[in-house]
T-cell receptor
Framework: DAGITQSPRHKVTETGTPVTLRCHQT?????MYWYRQDPGHGLRLIHY???????DKGEVSDGYSVSRSKTEDFLLTLESATSSQTSVYFC?????????FGPGTRLTVT | GENVEQHPSTLSVQEGDSAVIKCTYS??????FPWYKQELGKGPQLIID?????GEKKDQRIAVTLNKTAKHFSLHITETQPEDSAVYFC????????????FGGGTRLMVKP
């Protein structure tokens, strides 16, 4: 599992509420990623980080923000959750070209 | 940007038969092509990858082939077993600062005993 944990693993929240998902890694990898997975779309990149306080947008970044104040933690925030953000969220790290994924967080926005 | 298409979306085979999943990509600059296996309720697991300077790579019962001219690559699983049943994703990456991957839509493989 490349030393990646995600929390929470499941969350149900209401439309309009803020939500923060956490990704934690234990091996000091520089690059970290947040993806969302929806049926028929594979995995789509939301944001990624290439170091502490260094982040950039991915393909589907609207409505999401990220922060990385420590090497080991990468946070994904939905400032005001919407039903379209119901999804499974995966964090990943890269080792060279290779990316390794965490176990995922299932988020339901009602 | 890169676009990756994957076919078929579902594939059912008999145990012991071979399975082939195909992907095409759009950006000729892409140079890294991984394959992931995802079991129910788990994160994707990297099972094999290939770089653009190689045409084929094997690891036991799985192999990946790459045709750069046609911009397509394939996953081959031989002697399929029930535990091969999962969703498989292909991806492509072109040289970029973030090592970003673009994924195909996935193939659900069912191996019938």
């Amino acid at each position: 599992d490349a030393g990646i944990t995600q929390s929470p693993r499941h969350k149900v929240t209401e439309t309009g509420t803020p939500v923060t998902l956490r990704c934690h890694q234990t091996e000091n990898h520089r690059y970290m990623y947040w993806y969302r997975q929806d049926p028929g779309h594979g995995l789509r990149l939301i944001h990624y980080s290439y170091g502490v306080k260094d982040t950039d947008k991915g393909e589907v970044s609207d409505g999401y923000s990220v922060s990385r104040s420590k090497t080991e933690d990468f946070l994904l925030t939905l400032e005001s959750a919407t039903s379209s953000q119901t999804s499974v969220y995966f964090c990943a790290i890269s080792v060279g070209y290779e990316q390794y994924f965490g176990p995922g967080t299932r988020l339901t926005v009602t | 940007g890169e676009n990756v298409e994957q076919h078929p979306s579902t594939l059912s085979v008999q145990e012991g038969d071979s399975a082939v999943i195909k992907c095409t990509y759009s950006d000729s600059a892409s140079n890294y092509f991984p394959w992931y296996k995802q079991e129910l309720g788990k994160g994707p697991q990297l099972i094999i990858d290939i770089r653009s300077n190689v045409g084929e790579k094997k690891d036991q019962r799985i192999a990946v082939t790459l045709n750069k001219t046609a911009k397509h690559f394939s996953l081959h699983i031989t002697e399929t077993q029930p535990e091969d049943s999962a969703v498989y994703f292909c991806a492509a990456s072109y040289p970029n600062a973030g090592n970003m991957l673009t994924f195909g839509g996935g193939t659900r493989l069912m191996v019938k005993p």
